[in-house]
């Protein structure tokens, strides 16, 4: 065997060069990121119709990680013109997390995969929480104050109707809470 097919072969085994692309290997075109950076949001932090924090800076490919303390709150995606509705048919839900103490067991993480705007609000009903003022929003545009959290909640505060939810959980993964001990 000549030396440098050899070399190959053995860091093929080793597993230092890919021999032959498969589905399954190594795909340079696709980004292999560190760990993900995970922001943490808790619904109704001290009781109150809140989330906290509601104002979220988060790159590309980082996790927003909704909490759910009681009692009874939620998470759907909105848009900034029509708060306490989905955005569209594509929008995330994470179902509601009825606790009566501390924090639900499980979590909803959302995936940001771009740099707009994302707005969010929690549909419980049983006391108008988006209407009072249970709304937040992922990166939002800091020189444009007419699309502020605070313009935002302006809106919600006059909507009549409803909040409205989605059919079922998506745009998102429910899970358990990966850290139980982390407080809240
Ligand atoms: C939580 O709230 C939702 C929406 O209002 C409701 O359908 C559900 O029954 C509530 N769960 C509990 C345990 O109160
Ligand atoms: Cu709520």
Redesign the pocket.
């Known amino acids: 065997m000549h030396s440098s097919t050899l070399f190959i072969t053995l860091a093929a085994a080793l597993g230092l060069v890919s021999a032959a692309p498969t589905d399954n290997t190594y795909n340079p075109t696709k980004t292999y990121a560190a760990p993900r950076t995970t922001h943490t949001v808790v619904a109704g932090r001290g009781g109150r119709l809140i989330f906290d924090p509601d104002n979220v800076v988060a790159k590309v490919g980082s996790i927003v990680e909704f909490h759910f303390n009681p009692?009874?709150h939620?998470v759907v995606e909105s848009s900034f013109g029509k708060p306490c509705q989905p955005k569209d048919a594509n929008s995330f839900f994470g179902g509601?997390f009825?606790v009566r103490e501390g924090q639900s067991g499980e979590v909803f993480q959302i995936e940001v995969k771009d740099t707009r705007p994302i707005w969010f609000y929690c549909?419980?009903?049983?006391g108008a929480h988006c209407q009072s003022g249970m709304t937040g929003v992922v990166n939002q545009i800091f020189d444009r104050q007419e699309f502020s959290l605070r313009a935002h909640r302006e809106l919600a505060a006059k909507v009549q109707e409803p909040s409205g939810?989605q059919a079922g959980i998506q745009g998102g993964w429910r899970i358990p809470n990966p850290n139980p001990l982390g407080g809240f």
């Open positions: 009692l009874n939620s509601f009825p549909a419980q009903n049983n939810v």
